[in-house]
């Protein structure tokens, strides 16, 4: 069994492939019993196996050219969707086109026009069903939160256990704890009184933690967040879970998709399921702003805006706000945190976020390169995401239990261009190009006035102390080499 799940891991694409040449004989075949009411008439065998044998030489091709095949077939997103939809109407136009010109020959010859579009249907519905098929997997099949696994035995523990909801008030479980917020995160807990459970695969390393190691009120664990049985372990003396473990960013979210899929949607839900079987009441889940995709120049958004990503890194963070918030009831109060871009000075640093990496070149290159410019974004500093987990985990569970807050400022909303100036402020001899052509089309203004109004939440930093304080870094020669692979999300 174990070589079998080896094989298909490694033959997605063939395997796939396969599959689709299945979907198209199942599509054809259905699509001729549906015209012919249950039984194809013997006239009509050789049209039938004809039109099968063009549309199985056809549309792989046609898949291909579409790019079909490039992610993964359990983990497509919303934004794949124009690719099958154009990949299925295309392969279905030659097809119907072939039909339209060889109308005249015999297995041709008065064709039900019917058949073509209940193939459509019929193609267009198992193909985006097969590529949907792990996320469906894990929200129905995998469902249930009440179902665990200790050692190889399946337990079945009830939600407010006792012997599940054993744990010590204080200890805050933080996912994702070794990296550009989390390790910021921990050093307040530690600083607070807390007791503090690190959970992290460290894929950029340990050393982010390496001034709290020797911490008693500290535990750091290497473990992944999709191996439940491991996280179980780790979750019986948890009061308060803060989940910041994340694919970070839309280029490194592109790079890995299948890897994005699993952990910012699959991991996350996985993670608030243990914690409320496990009795946690408290769940911090750290989304994105990135989420609203594209406002009006003219119109601010807040948390009961549309969300509208334009990015596959949104949509993941969207699927899991979703399906966390629908856990909530009396037991389990998961608080969902839409953060602005993060800058600033971390103990796991990142040249690839947009104050940053500005700075960065700046002072590196003497050059910054713009791409539009007329883009907004809310801005954040670490300190002040970590100032805000604070103050949730301070706040009555009754004030911010099962709600959406926006993290950030009503100030801290800027143009690009109006960055670029903020960085002539602090490196006066900087070149500056810009250029025309958008990449990056989201632009959205967001409102802070429910975190400032309900819990008194404001930033205390600026964009321009979180670039004076990179300019100091790089004076200093903090960083041995800022073009080391550890620093850039995406390139890991």
């Not at 395997?15 to 004989?25: M, S, Y």
């Not at 993964?72 to 997103?77: A, H, K, L």
């Not at 899929?261 to 993670?271: D, E, H, K, S």
């Not at 109004?453 to 304080?469: A, K, M, N, W, Y």
Request: charged share 25%; aromatic share 12%; net charge positive.
């Amino acid at each position: 069994m174990n070589k079998l799940i080896s094989f298909l891991k490694q033959h997605k694409v063939s395997i796939t492939f396969l599959c689709d040449l299945g979907i198209v004989a199942i599509a054809i075949y259905l699509a001729f019993l549906i015209r012919f009411d249950g039984v194809i008439p013997r006239a009509r065998y050789d049209g039938f196996l004809w039109f099968m044998a063009a549309a199985l030489l056809i549309t792989p091709i046609v898949f291909v050219v579409f790019r079909l095949y490039r992610f993964p077939y359990s983990f497509i997103s919303l934004t794949d969707l124009p690719s099958i939809t154009k990949g299925v109407l295309v392969s279905v136009f030659i097809l119907g086109t072939g039909l339209f010109l060889f109308r005249d020959a015999s297995p041709f010859e008065e064709f039900p026009r019917s058949i073509i579009f209940i193939y459509t249907m019929l193609l267009f519905l198992f193909v985006v069903t097969l590529r949907f098929s792990k996320r469906i997997y894990w929200q129905i099949v995998r469902g249930n939160p009440e179902v665990f696994r200790v050692g190889k035995e399946q337990m079945f523990f009830p939600r407010t256990s006792k012997f599940l909801n054993g744990a010590k008030l204080g200890t805050v479980l933080v996912t994702g704890g070794a990296g550009y917020i989390g390790s910021m995160l921990v050093g307040e807990l530690l600083k607070n009184g807390y007791q503090v459970k690190v959970y992290d695969t460290m894929m950029f390393g340990a050393e982010s933690l390496a001034s709290f190691k020797s911490s008693p009120q500290l535990e750091v664990i290497k473990g992944d967040i999709l191996d439940t049985a491991f996280l179980e372990r780790n979750m019986i003396d948890v009061d308060t879970v803060v989940h910041t473990a994340a694919i970070v960013g839309e280029a490194a979210c592109a790079a890995k998709q299948d890897l994005a899929i699993r952990t910012n949607y699959l991991g996350a839900v996985n993670v608030a399921k243990i914690s409320k079987a496990y009795g946690i009441k408290r769940f911090i889940y750290f989304s994105t702003c990135s989420t609203y995709g594209k406002s009006d120049d003219e119109n601010e958004v807040d948390e009961r805006s549309p969300l509208r990503p334009m990015d596959f890194y949104g949509e993941t963070k969207i699927y899991a706000e979703r399906d966390i918030i629908r856990l909530a009831d009396e037991k389990f109060s998961p608080i969902v945190l839409r953060l602005s871009t993060v800058y600033g000075l971390s103990h796991r640093m990142r040249f690839d976020l947009v104050v940053n990496i500005f700075s960065k070149k700046a002072h590196r290159e003497g050059k910054i390169t713009v791409f539009g410019g007329n883009q907004w974004r809310p801005l954040i500093h670490v300190s002040d995401v970590v100032k805000a987990v604070l103050t949730i985990l301070e706040a009555p569970l009754s004030k911010v239990g099962g709600r959406v807050f926006n993290v950030g400022g009503n100030t801290e909303n800027y143009l690009i261009s109006d960055l670029v100036n903020l960085i002539k402020e602090v490196f006066p001899e900087v070149r500056v190009e810009t250029l025309d052509a958008m990449t990056d089309q989201r632009s959205y203004r967001v409102k802070f006035g429910k975190i400032e109004s309900e819990l008194g939440f404001l930033p205390e930093h600026t964009v321009q102390d979180g670039i004076r304080e990179i300019k100091n870094a790089l004076d200093k020669g903090t960083f041995n080499n800022v073009e080391d692979r550890r620093y850039y999300n995406h390139l890991m």
